[in-house]
């Protein structure tokens, strides 16, 4: 069993590259399984910036900023990696198992799943799929969310790693 306590910076390194690589695979599933078609996204149009109606949550301005220039109500695929502190990580999954039926009804959600390391049970990567930057700037505001986020604060032992990626093409469903 890897210890990430144990291991030095190049082999926590490692580790997070092999979670990172499982999180792609689970991305390749969603994809061969036709989640990734327009139809999952629903249709989306070319346009100019996030919504003013709330202002850029710190975490969506983020994820903005890894997207660079693709346009922000475009489809992508956030995994934010979380590190629970030792001890914590049963309440890390019950706060995430009370807020992710309410994220899952939210519009432009299109993903939310809570992955674990089997080597490491404090360590989650959290898969998310968004219609556009504007509704996940809207979950974020969310009241649920807000709850969560005080919830996770001091259960985790660092700060959350955020790992945005999207869609190159659709390919066709089997």
């Given at each position: 069993m890897i210890s990430l306590s144990n291991c030095g910076k190049a082999d926590r390194s490692i580790v997070r590259r092999v979670v990172s690589t499982a999180?792609?695979?689970?991305?390749?599933?969603?994809?061969?399984?036709g989640a990734f078609s327009n139809a999952a996204f629903g249709d989306q149009q070319d346009g100019d910036a996030v919504s003013a109606a709330k202002p850029l949550?710190?975490?969506?301005?983020?994820?903005?900023?890894?997207l660079a220039d693709r346009p922000a109500d475009k489809p992508f695929v956030a995994a934010v990696t979380l590190k629970a502190n030792p001890g914590a990580a049963k309440k890390v999954v019950a706060a995430m198992?009370?807020?992710?039926?309410?994220?899952?009804?939210?519009?432009?959600n299109a993903a939310y799943l809570?992955?674990?390391?089997?080597?490491?049970?404090?360590?989650?990567?959290?898969?998310?799929r968004w219609k556009s930057l504007d509704t996940l700037n809207a979950h974020l505001h969310a009241e649920h969310t807000v709850k969560l986020l005080e919830t996770l604060e001091p259960l985790l032992s660092e700060a959350p790693k955020v790992d945005v990626?999207?869609?190159?093409?659709?390919?066709?469903?089997?």
């Open positions: 999180v792609v695979l689970v991305v390749l599933v969603f994809v061969d399984a949550h710190p975490l969506a301005a983020e994820i903005k900023s890894q198992r009370e807020a992710t039926p309410i994220t899952r009804k939210e519009e432009g809570l992955l674990r390391d089997p080597s490491d049970k404090n360590l989650f990567v959290l898969f998310e990626m999207y869609p190159v093409f659709f390919p066709k469903a089997k």
